[in-house]
């Protein structure tokens, strides 16, 4: 299964932020573990740098994307990406441009702790709770990127 992680779940592990850090940090190791292949959009890694810098070290920053990189396959963010994500009707337009990237990026799925955010993605749309309690019925394996 191929997953879009929301910025969110990404920041959530990486700040370890309560009560959310769990089960991103599962997600992610079931990315890691190769269950799942897991996705960011491009324009997320500014966002996470963003952030990270504000709350810690330029290094540490800077380290957050360099485990962004390792970890996920990058969705392009391009003019297509960006008109698709215009012609949404969600009223924000970083969700749209993430719900894009996977549209574009012929994902399975999104997971994301603001799912009204995601209503109108053509795919699924999971909280990490729900793609957890899947992955563990379902023994989902790695599919070829």
């Known amino acids: 299964m191929r997953v879009l992680f929301d910025t969110n779940i990404v920041l959530d592990v990486l700040l370890k932020r309560e009560p959310w850090v769990t089960d991103a940090s599962a997600l992610w190791q079931a990315n890691d573990e190769g269950r799942i292949v897991g996705y960011v959009a491009a324009s997320a890694l500014t966002d996470i740098f963003y952030v990270a810098r504000r709350l810690a070290e330029l290094d540490t920053a ?69 793609l957890l309690a899947r992955l563990s019925l379902t023994g989902t394996t790695k599919s070829a990127k």
């Open 62 to 130: 800077r380290a957050a994307i360099r485990v962004c990189l390792e970890s996920f396959e990058i969705c392009t963010v391009d003019r297509q990406t960006l008109e698709h994500a215009n012609e949404l009707v969600g009223n924000d337009f970083e969700d749209n441009l993430q719900i894009a990237c996977a549209t574009l990026a012929d994902l399975d799925a999104i997971v994301t702790r603001d799912q009204p955010d995601f209503s109108v993605a053509a795919m699924p749309v999971y909280t990490p709770a729900e």
